[in-house]
Structures are given as C-alpha cells and as structure tokens.
T-cell receptor, first 113, second 113 residues
C-alpha cells in the first residue's frame, strides 16, 4: 500500500540548533515528494518539492530536503532553527495519476528559547 | 493573485443539520481538491475536480457528502445530516496541472455538537 510515515510525532529543539524531520514513504516508483508546513489553525504552505534530478532540494525559509531512494526517505533539514519555525510539518507524495496527495501524520515542532 | 479562499472559516452546527462550505481556487487553476484533516492527523483526500468534472472520490466521502464545481470555478462541499464524527478541518486546494504543487486554502473548521 502507498503510505507516508513520519516517525516523530513531536520534536523539541532549541532556537539556533539544527533540525532534521524524518519522512519515509512506501511507493512502487519514484514519487513526487513534498514538505508542507502548517501553523495553528491555518492551511498548508509548501516548503519544497522533489520531482526528479538533484536529490538535494532547497526550499523556502532556509529548509532543504534530501531524497534517498535506497532508504525510501525524504528528510527535511534546517541548519539553524528560529522560534517562528514552530509549527506542524507534513511530508506528502502524489499517487500514480497525480490526482491526490497522500500525507504523513505530521511532526509537531516546538522551539525552546 | 489572491490565493485559495474558503468560506466560512469556522462553522458550529448541531448534529443532524446540513452544512455547506465554499472554496474559491486560484483563478487559472483547473484542478480543485478537497481534503479532511482531523486533530493530530495529516490531511486525507476526499475528492478532486478537473474543471467541472468530479473525477475521483475517496471512500471517506460517504453518501451524506456531496461536492460540486458547477462552472469549473468555485466549488461547494455539502454535508447532510451531520454527525459528531464529521468534526474536522476541511481543506481545499488547487493546482494547474497533474503532479503540480497544490496551493491550499486556510480551511473551514467544522464543529458538530
């Protein structure tokens, strides 16, 4: 079955520390992968996407993600976290026909001052 | 470009009542999606339109749910005879082509008492 797993439900980091959020997918081919961020009570904003090519992709707000086919992973990273990064983060991919996104359960990021 | 808008932002209703939500996509986008997000979960796909045609529906979309996009522009999602289990955030998204980035609206939060 096609699915996305985000193993960490909650993560707390100190402001200025580095961050890595994990995402593993189960899919029969190379998926179209996305990371979205959601602030409380808000819709989702796209951080970055991977379709093909360079496996290290850069996004907005200083985020990057690396696609690793051998590990079926697409982990999100940021070298130095800001208090405003506190939010919920979702990994997602498109199904075969590109008609729907399948989302992981999300990781809630808290930032300590 | 004003982005994807949804109305209302919040809706409180009593069990058994009917509710209708509206989504206005980005004007040049021909694809429109509805998702449902319950507390602490990632969004789940409900249905998808290409122009005015509803091309895919999730098994989550019971007979009490109906969605329309009559002129290929805005869309409505109606829930009849609401149940407490319908309480969730209903998200709308639009995109311009298959597998392209989906832009999300702020969502409509439904509370069924």
């Amino acid at each position: 079955a096609q699915s996305v797993t985000q193993p960490d439900i909650h993560i707390t980091v100190s402001e200025g520390a580095s961050l890595e959020l994990r995402c593993n997918y189960s899919y029969g081919a190379t998926p179209y992968l996305f990371w979205y961020v959601q602030s409380p009570g808000q819709g989702l904003q796209l951080l970055l996407k991977y379709f093909s090519g360079d496996t290290l992709v850069q996004g907005i707000k200083g985020f990057e993600a690396e696609f690793k086919r051998s590990q079926s992973s697409f982990n999100l990273r940021k070298p130095s976290v800001h208090w405003s990064d506190a939010a919920e983060y979702f990994c997602a991919f498109y199904n075969n026909a590109g008609n729907m996104l399948t989302f992981g359960g999300g990781t809630r990021l808290m930032v300590k001052p | 470009d004003t982005g994807v808008s949804q109305d209302p932002r919040h809706k409180i209703t009593k069990r058994g009542q009917n509710v209708t939500f509206r989504c206005d996509p980005i004007s040049e986008h021909n694809r429109l999606y509805w998702y449902r997000q319950t507390l602490g979960q990632g969004p789940e796909f409900l249905t998808y339109f290409q122009n005015e045609a509803q091309l895919e529906k999730s098994r989550l979309l019971s007979d009490r749910f109906s969605a329309e996009r009559p002129k290929g522009s805005f869309s409505t999602l109606e829930i009849q005879r609401t149940e407490q289990g319908d309480s969730a955030m209903y998200l709308c998204a639009s995109s311009g082509a298959p597998r392209n980035e989906q832009f999300f609206g702020p969502g409509t939060r439904l509370t069924v008492l």
